[in-house]
């Protein structure tokens, strides 16, 4: 219900913002235009700086996502952050960049993908939720900064961007923040107003009302609202690495989807099983119990150690020939990095067969190279393969004492009597040994 509430808010607010953008101005939303540096000036007259403390005010329109459009005249690294000013607010954050005027049918399309991960803010305690964020941006370049509100209601955030010693900060209020206590109708404001007067806007209505969480009635929906944070760390170096985690609902069975990151929405007394997957790390599953409005787990993975081994689910050879498919190009990459991150280890690659039977050349590969037209036992079919998975690695950078190449043939099957074809692909394989790490 959490996920579908998280997709609900993010679809409106594409949704409102596209509908803007078909109507006329050809941008993605009514957003606050910010100019890099802030001193710019296109005539080359003397550079004045613009007002560095801002306020604007925005209704129902951009309730759900608030944007930012930072125009880069100079190359630059910006920092930003945003904070909630209500307690009860919480937002996710995401960076875009493009220079065209369909920049929102992109994003509604999902034809865009952030050049920064979401962060949250708000009402958790999480100490990774004010870090500031940076990001390079690059001279004659677009970039979109998405406030997205994740809690029912909004009061609004500040928003800081920070070039070089200057830093910008917008106060966006949403109006009204309770509707029971203000009255005013977002049509009495115009964006021309507040850009000309907006001390004289502000005398003019009574100020939102901000309350705290504590003094709000909670809605049943919210009350079972919950965050799930994964921090995926090195157990040994406890350095931060990426994984492939999952996320599954004990209950139901469904695998949920991320609104960012490893960070979910997720409901309150329910049971989840994490699991997470690494490339040089052993498998990793827990199941937590979800009690609290925020919940940050420590995913720990232990890599492998000396004596370790494990099979290589993703290399593939042409039948009965050491010449590798392109599809195990992927998985020989991830093998490439891992040793190219951890230059103390040495690995034995192993080549095994299903059997040790004789194989003969195959005619049809005739016309091409040495390792298509092998001939002789299974056992020098898997020293071949091992030697050509070395091969790759050395000529990527590994040096070849880190390496050896062992073909076993069949005599350390996985299956020792194998009934069907499939039990007989599995004994195929190739298996990496930690020799020393």
Known sequence: MQRILF????????????????????????????????????????????????????????????????????NATLKFKVSAINDSDEYAVYVYQYNEKD??????????????????VGGVDDPYDLTEKSFSARKDNTYYISVLNTSLNNCGHNFYLINEKDTLKVKALHLPCKRDVVHLSVKDITVKNIQKKPDTIVAKISAPVFVKKDSVKKDSLLDTKARLVCKIVDAKKKNKIDANLTVIDETS????????????????????????????????????????????????LEPFKEGDNFVMKSIYFYPNTYALKKSSLNELQKLLEYLLSNENISIEIQGHSNGDHHIAKNKAYSTLGEEWNFEGSAKALSQKRAEAIKKYLESNGIKAERLEAKGYGGKKPIIKDPQTNEEGQLNIRVELVILKD
Do not use: M
């Not at 235009?33 to 951009?62: A, C, M, W």
């Not at 929102?104 to 399309?109: A, L, M, P, R, T």
């Not at 329910?270 to 420590?298: L, P």
């Open 103 to 120: 920049f929102c049918e992109k994003v509604y399309y999902k034809k865009l993908k952030s050049v920064k991960p979401s962060f949250f």
């Open 253 to 300: 069975g469904e695998e949920l989807v991320s609104s960012s990151g490893h960070d979910y929405l997720v409901e309150k007394g329910k049971k989840y099983k994490i699991k997470a997957a690494a490339f040089g790390y052993k498998s990793y599953e827990q199941s937590v119990t979800i009690n609290n409005q925020s919940n940050v787990v420590e995913v720990l």
């Open 7 to 74: 997709s609900l808010f993010f679809v409106i607010g594409i949704v409102s913002s596209r509908a803007q953008t078909i109507e006329g101005n050809n941008d993605c939303t009514y957003s606050k235009e910010i100019i890099i540096p802030f001193n710019y000036s296109d005539n080359g007259t003397t550079k004045i700086k613009h007002h560095l403390n801002q306020t604007v005010f925005y209704g129902y329109r951009d309730q759900f996502s608030y944007w930012y459009k930072v125009v880069v005249k100079e």
